[in-house]
């Protein structure tokens, strides 16, 4: 029976032999198995990760969480695209939250996460004292300490954006993420959660109730149970101050034609700033004006331009439905800017026919060159070009990036170029001037940080500062002269100036391109002029990086720019940063 039943069990094997020494197929299994052995391996882990992440947390949600408890993990994104790492943002005066983690209570049930069920109370455990001086010493000229505040979770203390982070969260990054959307105040609560906001709206409390770790940081403390460590942001002055996504734009003048300068208003019972604000958002306007009990909505045009702002004691008078905000008068309007675009200013296109005629956009590289072409597209509604290629900016929206500069498509093509050859290339150009001091640090930020990014503090303290500085400084005054004395047709433009009065230059930079100016699409500008590349006004140095021989260089170098200018008959450098 052995000997017959051997070859019926040989005949399998020998199939599987035979179907091997067929090179493809037996390759093409091979890789087969190990695809399969691969994917196996690979979902073991991600389970394994999986129960991990439940475990830590008590409930399987990752621990950067928006205020309605949503998680963001899942694979799923904001509609900003910010995916499972992004920080994530909302309003807090919408939905009042309790204190601590939204994912503590769920359908009535107490869920405990694993770091709370240590036997650690958090309301007294931490010694305050040991913790007050390293708090305190965060007064560094970026943020200044006021104080432990109480946050109600009916009514918050903060009324702008906040965010959350159960792991990682440091008093700078809630500073630096506030200051990035113009609030003038950061507060910290629980250890890990963050409010931003332009008043402080709550009474302040015993400094020994703010007694919280930070849980990214163990030296400083973040506020406590329903209380805020409240900072004071020292902000450029250009900064926008917020009510929660409301930019606060000043107390005006009731316009002549009430009407026509804002079509669309109500009145309203128990006004208030979020009530005005949300009525005019869904009627899609920019502005929202507040008049008392009435509520005025409209966008900014040349019968409510928004220059002419009055002192804000002329709009006090106290909103009936919020006992801390200011309401405006019949006289005199409290106003605020919407989050809806304003898209009278949005359209871009190429020029429709070509132009011989080429105009640069000259600067030395961190002079504003970037912002400058943001502000001429909204207010012509052409693209502008460059003589290099940068993708980043191309996939920010600068579509005139990947035209060859002399494609005459565009209505100026940005340039950094000094040499008599490419300046003269050019038929006219508007000169981009700024500050040294300040051009050669936003330039380095920009070399080791990118557009709106920040060089590190290695670089800054290392050889590449100085090194930067001895090559670029005479750049930014040989640039300058090179343009003055080889450019055709040359109109001078001074970032300051820009930034001081942007309505007026940007009409002068129009005309100076050939087109009709449109007031209504300036204005429109105006209330968009920062686009997608400005920097946070928080991030400064600790000390100045300029040395005294630097300095002796640089103002060497102004004297020389302005004596150059003032030979053309035009203006010299703005007064300050001329050398005292």
Partial sequence: MRVAREPIMARPLLKIHRYFRRKPVRFFSFILLYLTAGSLVFLHSGFSSDTSTTGASGSGRDPLISEGGASTGGGSSTSDGLGLLGRVFKETRRTPRRFGPPWMKENGAQH???????????????????????????????????????????????????FFDYKKMTVFRCQDSCAERGYLYAGLEFGAECYCGHKIQAPNVSETECNMECKGEKSNLCGGPNRLSIYRLELSQESARRYGSAIFKGCFKRPYNVTLALPASAVINNMSVDKCVDMCTEKEFSLAALAGEKCHCGFPTPLFTLHDREDEELCLQRCEGEDFESCGNNDFFVVYQTQVQDNRCMDRRFLPTRSKHLVALASFPGAGNTWARHLIELATGYYTGSYYFDGSLYNKGFKGERDHWRSGRTICIKTHESGRKEIEAFDASILMIRNPYKAL????????????????????????????????????ASHTLDWLKYGKKVQVVHFEDLKRDLF?????????????????????????????????????LEYDPYTPEMRATIDGLIKTVDTALRKRNLPGVPEEYRPR
């Fill in 112 to 162: 405990i996460p694993e770091w709370a069920g240590r036997g650690v109370d958090h309301t007294s455990s931490w010694s305050h004292g040991a913790k007050e001086k390293t708090t305190k010493e965060m007064d560094n000229g970026r943020a200044k300490y006021i104080g432990c505040y109480v946050d109600d979770t009916q009514k918050r203390a903060l009324r702008g954006v906040s």
């Fill in 441 to 476: 640090m936003a330039e380095f930020n920009r070399k080791y940080g990118g557009h709106i990014g920040f060089a590190s503090q290695a670089h800054w303290r290392g050889k590449e500062w100085p090194e930067f500085v001895k090559n670029y400084a005479p750049w930014w």
């Fill in 504 to 540: 007026s230059w940007l009409k002068g930079m129009v005309i100076f391109l050939g087109l009709e100016v449109s007031e209504d699409r300036l204005l429109c500008v105006e209330g968009q002029k920062d686009g997608n590349f400005k920097r946070s006004g928080l991030r400064k």
